[in-house]
């Protein structure tokens, strides 16, 4: 079946970087838009940033200038940078692959942002 593995989460300190990685298997993965979640706790699940089969990329606000996502197609994988980290971006992120009106979800990998 479809598979999403993310990693590269961990704790930071603030101002600190970090990448996540999403390994994406059994999906066409060059038609797919693919995205990153995260959702803190007691809070709904967010967009944070997005990538389009054509590299498109879009970002939340409040990440706009720190985070860059990007793809590599010969290793069926997403990339989020994450640069200056602040205490407010702690929080599960989450991988999803979607075409048109099917989607796919990983895991997630927990970010912590902390002294």
């Known amino acids: 079946q479809v598979q999403l593995v993310e990693s590269g989460g961990g704790l930071v300190q603030p101002g600190g970087s970090l990448r996540l990685s999403c390994a994406a298997s059994r999906i066409i993965f060059r038609i797919y838009t693919m995205a990153w979640y995260r959702q803190a706790p007691s809070k709904q699940r967010e967009l944070v940033a997005v990538?389009?089969?054509?590299?498109?990329?879009n970002y939340t606000d409040s990440v706009q200038g720190r985070f860059t996502i990007s793809r590599d197609g010969a290793k069926n994988t997403v990339y989020l940078q994450m640069n200056s980290l602040k205490p407010e971006d702690t929080a599960v992120y989450y991988c999803k692959a979607e075409f048109r009106s099917v989607y796919y979800w990983g895991q997630g990998t927990q970010v912590t942002v902390s002294s």
């Open positions: 990538i389009t089969s054509t590299g498109t990329t």
